[in-house]
């Protein structure tokens, strides 16, 4: 991981619109099942907002966990899976293939092998019509640690910052996220103005 | 006869009319209440149960169990100091200390701001309150709730169709 400046940015949290995000919910209707995986932790505004919904949210609590893998650690690909299967609660025998992944902004402060390979972990769980959501950095400089992030109506979200402390931002440009995110290719992507690149991935050679 | 108790309940209604009131609204509260409610056995702090738990009436935990929990139509509430290592079947169910296990909620699950939750849940409302610690996946089913909502209110239909099979 890279090192921590002490160049401070705000703890507080903001509000903020999610154009894509919401776009992928609002696909979710009420007579179909959707299943949809959030790595982040559970919310009290988010469980509510899915209330309305006939759906399977898996909580995984893991981004932690996740950032602590390292390609030292998990050094064969047998070990990566069964740290992948601990941190998410996915095992072989799901029943239901993933809608809806959201990964907030975790892939910022994953070694790019480890997500690579957590995307392919993923593959296996998904079928061709699955998205994953994600916010990409665009600045030097990030939060030291990956935010919160809460859904609090069918517009905005609440990003919470779990850190006073910055940290260098990989950066990740289209053809690098192409290379790590493998086999999810860019599907639609928006720049925010708080210098947040919003994306949703899709199965490669699948048009939505 | 005289009748002791009707004479009591006029003096008093005339002494505080509005206490007849709040009588008749606990009343019916009363009736509204389902047997679930009426009924509820606890488990101590200091108690540890291995094994199964099944029941008709509503449980509050407050200290160890280890097994499933079988109460339909009742509810389960798990305090602040239970620790329970279950898979739990009931109409409702409240979380307040820690859970290792699947719940079923007929109707809702409430996991409160001290809980902390490691399992499944499939309930037609879930509601986490914030600070509560929750792994695991949230199964929901809001239609579940509309059906339930749309019997409830064909049951005034039903009076109305009795008579008319007895005169025929």
């Known amino acids: 991981m890279a090192f921590i400046s002490l160049k401070p940015v705000e703890k507080d949290s903001c509000e903020s619109k999610s154009p894509l995000l919401f776009d992928v919910l609002s696909r979710i209707n009420k007579n179909d099942f959707y299943e949809i995986l959030d790595v982040g932790p559970a919310t009290s505004t988010s469980i509510e907002y899915f209330n309305n919904y006939h759906c399977k949210i898996h909580i995984c609590d893991c981004v932690t966990s996740l950032c602590e893998m390292t390609t030292e650690t998990q050094d064969t690909a047998s070990k990566l899976n069964c740290a992948f299967a601990k941190a998410l609660g996915l095992y072989k025998h799901q029943k239901n293939k993933i809608g809806i992944i959201l990964l907030w902004d975790l892939p910022n402060y994953l070694q790019p092998e480890i997500l690579s390979a957590l995307i392919q972990f993923l593959e296996q769980h998904t079928s061709k019509e699955t998205i994953i959501h994600a916010y990409i950095h665009t600045a030097r400089l990030m939060p030291a640690s990956p935010a919160m992030y809460k859904i609090i109506n069918t517009a905005h979200i609440l990003k919470q910052n779990n850190s006073d402390n910055t940290t260098d931002c990989p950066g990740y440009y289209q053809d690098t996220l192409h290379k790590h995110m493998y086999p999810f290719r860019v599907m639609r992507s928006v720049l925010q103005a708080n210098g947040i690149q919003e994306y949703l991935f899709h199965r490669k050679g699948f048009n939505t | ?168």
């Open chain 2, 1 to 168: 006869m005289i009748d002791m108790k009707q004479i009591k309940e006029n003096v008093t209604n005339k002494i505080n009319p509005q206490k007849k009131e709040e009588s008749i609204k606990i009343e019916r509260m009363d009736t509204k209440m389902t047997n679930s409610t009426k009924m509820v056995a606890a488990i101590g702090e200091t108690i540890h149960i291995k094994g199964d738990v099944s029941g008709s009436e509503s449980l509050v935990i407050h200290g160890h169990v280890e097994g499933n929990i079988d109460l339909k139509g009742h509810n389960v509430t798990i305090g602040k100091n239970g620790n329970v290592e279950a898979n739990i079947i009931a109409n409702n169910i409240i979380v307040e200390g820690k859970l290792d296990g699947d719940m079923n909620g007929n109707e809702k699950v409430i996991i409160k701001e001290s809980g902390n939750v490691h399992g499944n849940i499939i309930s037609p409302r879930v509601t986490l309150e914030d600070g509560a610690l929750f792994k695991g996946s949230i199964e929901m089913e809001p239609r579940k709730i509309e059906s339930v909502t749309q019997t409830s209110e064909n049951k005034p239909e039903i009076p109305k169709e009795k008579p008319k099979r007895i005169s025929a």
